[in-house]
């Protein structure tokens, strides 16, 4: 019965991840989806969440730009005891905490990134020296989530399915550096380089409706960044 809850649950959520054809306002135009798979401690993707993915958050509307994160990367899972255990992150096992944190953050937001990314960038800019549960204190404090509620699902079986979760849809994204961005369901070198350094460009360019506010504010301002 738990496998295919887990089952289900991985299916729904690739399914957001691959773009699966789902509009909420099938009358206007399809947001830009971004799908960025990243992990905790990794520089690059510390640099993309903080400077690039949540201010463009910031700017545009959630009819025009779809965000979903996937927190995982290239970390491994075993099983213990039946729960899941991360191990052997990229970045040393802090980062293997705060992937698990960051599961868990997006569960408790029923996977909403307007709803997860305030709390995901504030622990992305606090721990760069790794410090992960000082980071949560502060950035649960900062974001009105709690922080109780945060540790124990981290320490839970069922926390531990919600990163393993993370794992098999990283899998089948078939990533090979971290952050991988897709934009519309695409991945490629010119589209992770322009996502990267220019995101905002990139989703004024592809979307489809009438010219956001910020879309047309950045063609008179001169791109800093
Ligand atoms: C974002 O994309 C997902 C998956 O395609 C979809 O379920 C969700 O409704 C979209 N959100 C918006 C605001 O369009
Ligand atoms: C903080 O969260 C609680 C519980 O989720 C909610 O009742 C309250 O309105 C929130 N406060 C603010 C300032 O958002
Ligand atoms: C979580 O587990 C660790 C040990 O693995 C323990 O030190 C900590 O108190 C636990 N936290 C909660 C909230 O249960
Ligand atoms: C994940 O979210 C669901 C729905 O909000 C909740 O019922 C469940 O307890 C959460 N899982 C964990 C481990 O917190």
New binding site residues.
Partial sequence: MMVLRVVFVVAVVVG?VS??A???DCDGPE?V?VVTYYESMCPFSRKFLTTQLYPTMKLLP??VM?VTIVPYGFAHEKEENGKWVMYNCQHGPSECVGNAIAACVLNMTSYESREYMPMINCMEVNTRHGHQMEALSKCALANNMSEPEILTCYNSTEGSQLHYQMGQITHAGHIHYVPHINVNGQHSKVIQYNAYNHLLEVVCQLYKGPEPAACKARQQATLVG
């Fill in positions: 957001v773009g699966a789902v509009c909420s947001p989806e959630d009819n779809n």
